[in-house]
């Protein structure tokens, strides 16, 4: 596969997670596991452009497929707007379901460039936060997006 624009290969059992390959093959460690029954969607990345929880696609499903984590997103030193957006707006306390959250709204904008306050909150009811109250998560988002809802 390729992560992150670098070709990865690795044998792997096939009983292997994606997200315990981008972890632990891979050692990119942004991507993080929280419950193993994609309830909370930590681990989210992008499988050929689509936001896709790792904790339910086999590594061996990824074969010569496209995935990108949260180290993928900035360029180089240039943080992505979704990533400026969380930091301005304090979108994050522990950071725990940041890189998850934030694959997440990158998709989310993909397929609703301007959303509202009301479709972000829908958008994103697949990721949970247990510090933030999610305000702050909506507004980075809708920061993002250029949206004024």
Known sequence: MTINGTKVSADVEPRTL???FIREQASLKGTNIGCDSSSCGA???HLN???AKSCTVL???ADEQEVTTIEGL???ETLHPMQEAFRDCHALQCGYCTPGMVMAAVSLLDEIPAPTELEVREGLEGNL???TGYH???KAVLQASGSKS
């Open 18 to 20: 994606l997200v315990h």
């Open 43 to 45: 681990c989210t990345v």
């Open 49 to 51: 452009g689509e936001s």
């Open 59 to 61: 590594a061996v499903q």
């Open 74 to 76: 900035a360029d180089g």
């Open 129 to 131: 936060c247990r510090c």
């Open 136 to 138: 702050n998560i909506v």
